[in-house]
């Protein structure tokens, strides 16, 4: 199996780890892990936020790189939500058939990290270790748009050393949603208080998730508040082995 | 995609039917000529007939309507014109309205009764200023507690269960139907042939608008009291 | 609190969402109010619909109901209309809500009536009736205890189903003194609705013409639907002799079995309940006398042909109220529904609103955007409408019509023009990579320790409340080249 990794724009520029972590679990896995150089943004942002002539040349783009795959795997369910929820209507408005096509064929393939490891791989042991208070928010576009379920929990549950605790309202977003952070700033902030009241009753010292856009947005408020608490990606968790922490 | 309509000048003249449709013929442009209307599956895989028992039924029946603040009692036939007279009395009923086609039975000798008849008809006044009303159904859904009126006999016209403040109801074990599609499924001749009109009944009047708390009793009837013979 | 201010559908300018919610969020009354709300109802909801095993066929059903009907819906309407006529009523068709209201003040003059009851009706709402009968002289009775509240207070609706979830029972009691003159009143919401049960007993029987809006109709057999809990839509439909229902074109449905369907859907969607307490189903007009003497139906358009050209935004007219989706928004339970300045608030009036309106207003224009696209509305909508696709439609239409018809103004739009450097940055790798090095030399007078605690101009909303992760020493692709060679 060819497994290409989409590393997301805004991995690549702000969160490398989460991109080297990815890489690590699925080679620790006997898996080879390829990186078309070309590769750079999905489009979503330009898209959601309206420019969506703009974004066409994105999603081309991204279909001609990563169509020779077998498998694509991104460590952000809201970039791979983009591709298979909102390529198709990207090729409607370009009114090209056979983008829609092209679409078509490569959406089914292309795999947020935690539902390719649970769901195409059938693994829910990564052997990682990594003995800290977790609690983890279940980000919208895995949650619904990519309907991933338990897979992140799953994966979660089997670290060895975590301290796992479940995170109230859970399922309530955060308040980021791309650019709604910026125009709507005054709402999305309500929503973020109310997250972060929520991460801090857990009292963990890690929360996680497995998109790096919501950890921006509830880290960089979790900071301002000096709260003690790190968010980290589900990846770095899941990368983490028992050698890491004893060298 | 359709990005800018072209307007309506062609209707100038045109009546309000005319524009209406050809506005829709002309926003539907993309669904084939020939495409008709039973063209367009529907999917209805969701329950149309229960598998529960009659006695399961009655059972929910009794316990739904209940929830919804409706007082329930179940008695035998014989025991039902007892019954009756105990939850006027109970109430304080003096000033009963009675619809047309009520068995004699039901009706207790000790309470005035104002009987609505095509002819002469009772007013609203009237009908404001009585105590209560007692009726039959046309049938009833355990699913959801419900009852339901026909306009037909022994239930009259919909103002007599509307504006006395108290409402008993006789419901028979046979009149009960498991789910909501087959209620519907009853009264379709009803509604095609005769025309009458329908009410679905779940509990007294209510409304959740203040704070979202449910309060009993608004502008209907605010006690309703069911009676489940069989 | 709020004053009358003017909505999406009245004329004048309407403020922008995020003007509007930033007043709203300072309201810790309000906040409370709706945060106690919404919760109870969604709770209440999730039991009853995980009560039902086939919920989801259901949904399917509306859905595909709906579809068909909109796909006909020429035929549909004109089935209805006959089978209205056939039945006794009359049946008007009105292009606009001007056309809307000038139909219906015609009929109430022709009974020489001063004084109507009407029964909730977001139809009328949108239409501004209420105003319009004031005009002619003619006033009108809101006889919904939320609708009478808001009306009494001179207020405008913040939520569908509960138009006055913004006030509490203590505001409630104080409005009914004053207005009602209920002496002593306390503030039990028992005692309350008493007071609105006194105050409308009169005007149901003494109105010559009740007004109402649709919940439903079936084509097949005329039969029109009002679902309601108070009893107010019986009396309105029942007592005065003269019956005048307003309903949006997109409300007919094909046949009287459908029903089965959307009375199964709309009130475990909305009040959470099995059943809601009363609903009439009602045919025509009765020739024994039961109810009105006299039936008028107006079917009205008001812009739903412009949202069912539009294929992807067609879904929206399978909306049947429910407001469920207000009740899971996060962005509705922390603004609540005055900040949409719509009839329909949260997000079914966030793509109604600018659709029925049209595109190029600077108010209805920020509706699409007032949304997190979290999709909790979507997973909970009874007739399936993917409200997020929808949201991210209409945004690719805002800007392309901006983009069109604004001008050099609009080429110069600071979002505008960084969206632009960003897209030509992102068509090529190089290009890209060059940036994120620019970005990190960049930041040099933001960032401190890794992180930015304050960002100029349109971006400063972010670092208000929150800190920015500074961007590291190496990217991504500078690691794999390094550590993995080429490929």
Same mark, same amino acid.
């Given at each position: 199996?060819?497994?290409?990794?989409?590393?997301?724009?805004?991995?690549?520029?702000?969160?490398?780890?989460?991109?080297?972590?990815?890489?690590?679990?699925?080679?620790?896995?006997?898996?080879?892990?390829?990186?078309?150089?070309?590769?750079?943004?999905?489009?979503?942002?330009?898209?959601?936020?309206?420019?969506?002539?703009?974004?066409?040349?994105?999603?081309?783009?991204?279909?001609?790189?990563?169509?020779?795959?077998?498998?694509?795997?991104?460590?952000?369910?809201?970039?791979? $939500?983009?591709?298979?929820?909102?390529? @198709?209507? #990207?090729? /409607?408005?370009? &009114?090209?058939?056979?983008?829609? =096509?092209?679409?078509?064929?490569?959406?089914?393939?292309?795999?947020?990290?935690?539902?390719?490891?649970?769901?195409?791989?059938?693994?829910?042991?990564?052997?990682?270790?990594?003995?800290?208070?977790?609690?983890?928010?279940?980000?919208?576009?895995?949650?619904?748009?990519?309907?991933?379920?338990?897979?992140?929990?799953?994966?979660?549950?089997?670290?060895? $050393?975590?301290?796992?605790?479940?995170? @109230?309202? #859970?399922? /309530?977003?955060? &308040?980021?949603?791309?650019?709604? =952070?910026?125009?709507?700033?005054?709402?999305?902030?309500?929503?973020?208080?109310?997250?972060?009241?929520?991460?801090?009753?857990?009292?963990?010292?890690?929360?996680?998730?497995?998109?790096?856009?919501?950890?921006?947005?509830?880290?960089?408020?979790?900071?301002?508040?000096?709260?003690?608490?790190?968010?980290?990606?589900?990846?770095?968790?899941?990368?983490?082995?028992?050698?890491?922490?004893?060298? | 995609?359709?990005?800018?309509?072209?307007?309506?000048?062609?209707?100038?003249?045109?009546?309000?039917?005319?524009?209406?449709?050809?506005?829709?013929?002309?926003?539907?442009?993309?669904?084939?000529?020939?495409?008709?209307?039973?063209?367009?599956?529907?999917?209805?895989?969701?329950?149309?007939?229960?598998?529960?028992?009659?006695?399961?039924?009655?059972?929910?029946?009794?316990?739904?309507?209940?929830?919804?603040?409706?007082?329930?009692?179940?008695?035998?036939?014989?025991?039902?014109?007892?019954?009756?007279?105990?939850?006027?009395?109970?109430?304080?009923?003096?000033?009963?309205?009675?619809?047309?086609?009520?068995?004699?039975?039901?009706?207790?000798?000790?309470?005035?009764?104002?009987?609505?008849?095509?002819?002469?008809?009772?007013?609203?006044?009237?009908?404001?200023?009585?105590?209560?009303?007692?009726?039959?159904?046309?049938?009833?859904?355990?699913?959801?507690?419900?009852?339901?009126?026909?306009?037909?006999?022994?239930?009259?016209?919909?103002?007599?269960?509307?504006?006395?403040?108290?409402?008993?109801?006789?419901?028979?074990?046979?009149?009960?139907?498991?789910?909501?599609?087959?209620?519907?499924?009853?009264?379709?001749?009803?509604?095609?042939?005769?025309?009458?009109?329908?009410?679905?009944?779940?509990?007294?009047?209510?409304?959740?608008?203040?704070?979202?708390?449910?309060?009993?009793?608004?502008?209907?009837?605010?006690?309703?009291?069911?009676?489940?013979?069989? | 609190?709020?004053?009358?201010?003017?909505?999406?559908?009245?004329?004048?300018?309407?403020?922008?969402?995020?003007?509007?919610?930033?007043?709203?969020?300072?309201?810790?009354?309000?906040?409370?109010?709706?945060?106690?709300?919404?919760?109870?109802?969604?709770?209440?909801?999730?039991?009853?619909?995980?009560?039902?095993?086939?919920?989801?066929?259901?949904?399917?059903?509306?859905?595909?109901?709906?579809?068909?009907?909109?796909?006909?819906?020429?035929?549909?309407?004109?089935?209805?209309?006959?089978?209205?006529?056939?039945?006794?009523?009359?049946?008007?068709?009105?292009?606009?809500?001007?056309?809307?209201?000038?139909?219906?003040?015609?009929?109430?003059?022709?009974?020489?009536?001063?004084?109507?009851?009407?029964?909730?009706?977001?139809?009328?709402?949108?239409?501004?009736?209420?105003?319009?009968?004031?005009?002619?002289?003619?006033?009108?009775?809101?006889?919904?205890?939320?609708?009478?509240?808001?009306?009494?207070?001179?207020?405008?609706?913040?939520?569908?189903?509960?138009?006055?979830?913004?006030?509490?029972?203590?505001?409630?009691?104080?409005?009914?003194?004053?207005?009602?003159?209920?002496?002593?009143?306390?503030?039990?919401?028992?005692?309350?609705?008493?007071?609105?049960?006194?105050?409308?007993?009169?005007?149901?029987?003494?109105?010559?013409?009740?007004?109402?809006?649709?919940?439903?109709?079936?084509?097949?057999?005329?039969?029109?639907?009002?679902?309601?809990?108070?009893?107010?839509?019986?009396?309105?439909?029942?007592?005065?002799?003269?019956?005048?229902?307003?309903?949006?074109?997109?409300?007919?449905?094909?046949?009287?079995?459908?029903?089965?369907?959307?009375?199964?859907?709309?009130?475990?969607?909305?009040?959470?309940?099995?059943?809601?307490?009363?609903?009439?189903?009602?045919?025509?007009?009765?020739?024994?006398?039961?109810?009105?003497?006299?039936?008028?139906?107006?079917?009205?358009?008001?812009?739903?042909?412009?949202?069912?050209?539009?294929?992807?935004?067609?879904?929206?007219?399978?909306?049947?109220?429910?407001?469920?989706?207000?009740?899971?928004?996060?962005?509705?339970?922390?603004?609540?529904?005055?900040?949409?300045?719509?009839?329909?608030?949260?997000?079914?009036?966030?793509?109604?609103?600018?659709?029925?309106?049209?595109?190029?207003?600077?108010?209805?224009?920020?509706?699409?955007?007032?949304?997190?696209?979290?999709?909790?509305?979507?997973?909970?909508?009874?007739?399936?409408?993917?409200?997020?696709?929808?949201?991210?439609?209409?945004?690719?239409?805002?800007?392309?019509?901006?983009?069109?018809?604004?001008?050099?103004?609009?080429?110069?739009?600071?979002?505008?023009?960084?969206?632009?450097?960003?897209?030509?940055?992102?068509?090529?790798?190089?290009?890209?990579?060059?940036?994120?090095?620019?970005?990190?030399?960049?930041?040099?007078?933001?960032?401190?320790?890794?992180?930015?605690?304050?960002?100029?101009?349109?971006?400063?909303?972010?670092?208000?409340?929150?800190?920015?992760?500074?961007?590291?020493?190496?990217?991504?692709?500078?690691?794999?080249?390094?550590?993995?060679?080429?490929?």
């Amino acid at each position: 199996m060819r497994v290409a990794l989409f590393i997301t724009c805004f991995n690549d520029t702000l969160f490398p780890e989460t991109g080297r972590a990815t890489v690590r679990i699925l080679e620790r896995l006997g898996h080879e892990v390829e990186f078309p150089l070309e590769q750079t943004c999905c489009g979503q942002m330009h898209f959601n936020t309206g420019y969506q002539r703009e974004a066409i040349p994105l999603v081309r783009r991204f279909v001609e790189i990563f169509s020779p795959y077998d498998a694509v795997v991104a460590p952000s369910g809201s970039c791979v $939500g983009m591709v298979r929820e909102l390529y @198709p209507l #990207a090729a /409607e408005l370009a &009114g090209d058939a056979r983008l829609a =096509a092209d679409i078509e064929a490569l959406a089914p393939k292309v795999f947020e990290l935690s539902e390719f490891l649970v769901k195409k791989l059938g693994v829910t042991d990564v052997g990682a270790y990594y003995p800290h208070r977790v609690t983890y928010h279940a980000t919208c576009h895995s949650l619904r748009m990519l309907e991933v379920g338990e897979a992140p929990l799953e994966l979660l549950k089997n670290v060895r $050393g975590i301290d796992l605790v479940e995170l @109230p309202e #859970a399922r /309530e977003c955060c &308040g980021f949603g791309g650019t709604f =952070a910026v125009k709507n700033a005054d709402t999305s902030m309500a929503m973020l208080g109310d997250k972060i009241r929520h991460v801090l009753d857990t009292r963990a010292e890690i929360c996680t998730a497995g998109d790096n856009s919501c950890l921006l947005h509830i880290g960089g408020g979790l900071h301002r508040q000096r709260a003690g608490v790190e968010t980290v990606h589900l990846a770095q968790i899941l990368a983490t082995t028992e050698e890491d922490t004893n060298p | 995609m359709v990005e800018d309509e072209p307007g309506d000048e062609l209707m100038a003249g045109a009546s309000g039917k005319e524009t209406i449709l050809w506005r829709i013929r002309h926003g539907t442009r993309d669904v084939p000529e020939n495409e008709r209307p039973e063209d367009v599956p529907i999917e209805r895989g969701y329950r149309t007939a229960g598998d529960a028992g009659r006695d399961e039924i009655v059972e929910q029946f009794a316990e739904r309507a209940a929830e919804y603040k409706a007082a329930v009692r179940r008695v035998s036939e014989s025991e039902l014109p007892g019954a009756i007279s105990e939850a006027l009395k109970r109430r304080g009923v003096e000033k009963l309205v009675i619809p047309p086609n009520l068995p004699e039975e039901w009706i207790p000798e000790d309470v005035e009764t104002l009987r609505d008849a095509a002819r002469p008809r009772l007013t609203n006044e009237e009908l404001d200023a009585s105590d209560g009303v007692l009726t039959g159904c046309a049938l009833a859904i355990a699913q959801t507690g419900t009852i339901v009126l026909d306009a037909g006999p022994a239930q009259g016209r919909r103002a007599l269960t509307l504006l006395p403040d108290y409402h008993l109801c006789v419901v028979r074990e046979e009149q009960i139907t498991g789910l909501v599609p087959e209620a519907f499924a009853r009264l379709e001749e009803t509604v095609r042939d005769e025309r009458r009109a329908i009410t679905f009944i779940s509990g007294p009047s209510a409304t959740s608008d203040i704070e979202l708390n449910r309060v009993e009793g608004v502008h209907g009837p605010r006690t309703l009291e069911v009676l489940i013979a069989g | 609190m709020k004053v009358k201010t003017p909505d999406a559908f009245s004329k004048g300018k309407t403020p922008r969402f995020e003007e509007s919610a930033k007043t709203a969020l300072a309201d810790t009354q309000l906040r409370r109010n709706l945060g106690k709300a919404t919760k109870t109802i969604r709770e209440k909801r999730k039991v009853v619909v995980e009560e039902m095993p086939d919920w989801e066929a259901l949904r399917e059903a509306g859905r595909s109901l709906k579809e068909r009907t909109l796909r006909h819906l020429d035929e549909y309407l004109e089935q209805l209309e006959e089978s209205v006529t056939r039945a006794g009523g009359h049946v008007h068709w009105a292009r606009d809500a001007d056309e809307a209201n000038r139909i219906i003040t015609s009929i109430v003059k022709s009974h020489e009536a001063e004084e109507i009851v009407k029964v909730k009706s977001i139809a009328t709402d949108e239409t501004k009736l209420n105003e319009h009968l004031e005009r002619e002289g003619i006033h009108a009775f809101e006889t919904d205890l939320a609708e009478l509240i808001i009306q009494l207070a001179g207020e405008t609706s913040s939520h569908i189903l509960v138009p006055a979830i913004h006030k509490n029972r203590a505001e409630i009691r104080e409005l009914f003194v004053r207005e009602l003159g209920a002496e002593g009143l306390s503030d039990n919401p028992p005692d309350l609705a008493n007071a609105a049960r006194l105050y409308l007993r009169k005007k149901f029987l003494s109105a010559k013409v009740g007004v109402s809006g649709a919940n439903f109709a079936a084509a097949d057999t005329g039969t029109v639907c009002v679902v309601e809990s108070e009893g107010n839509g019986r009396m309105c439909t029942t007592l005065p002799p003269v019956l005048v229902t307003l309903m949006g074109i997109e409300k007919v449905i094909p046949s009287w079995r459908d029903f089965e369907v959307f009375m199964q859907l709309l009130p475990r969607s909305s009040t959470a309940e099995r059943m809601n307490p009363y609903t009439s189903f009602w045919t025509g007009v009765s020739e024994s006398g039961d109810g009105p003497r006299e039936f008028h139906l107006v079917l009205m358009d008001n812009g739903r042909t412009d949202v069912l050209a539009d294929e992807i935004g067609r879904q929206t007219l399978n909306c049947i109220r429910c407001s469920a989706c207000l009740n899971v928004c996060p962005v509705y339970e922390r603004v609540g529904g005055h900040a949409y300045n719509s009839v329909y608030p949260g997000p079914i009036g966030a793509i109604l609103t600018p659709q029925l309106v049209g595109i190029g207003k600077p108010g209805p224009d920020s509706l699409p955007y007032a949304s997190s696209l979290c999709g909790a509305c979507y997973e909970v909508c009874p007739v399936k409408i993917n409200i997020p696709q929808v949201l991210i439609h209409l945004r690719g239409k805002v800007v392309r019509k901006k983009q069109d018809t604004g001008g050099l103004k609009s080429k110069l739009d600071p979002e505008n023009v960084a969206m632009q450097a960003v897209a030509k940055v992102f068509s090529d790798p190089e290009r890209f990579e060059q940036a994120q090095k620019l970005a990190r030399i960049g930041q040099w007078p933001l960032a401190r320790n890794g992180s930015i605690h304050r960002l100029p101009g349109r971006l400063a909303g972010w670092t208000e409340t929150r800190d920015l992760r500074a961007v590291p020493e190496q990217s991504f692709r500078e690691w794999w080249k390094t550590n993995r060679g080429t490929n």
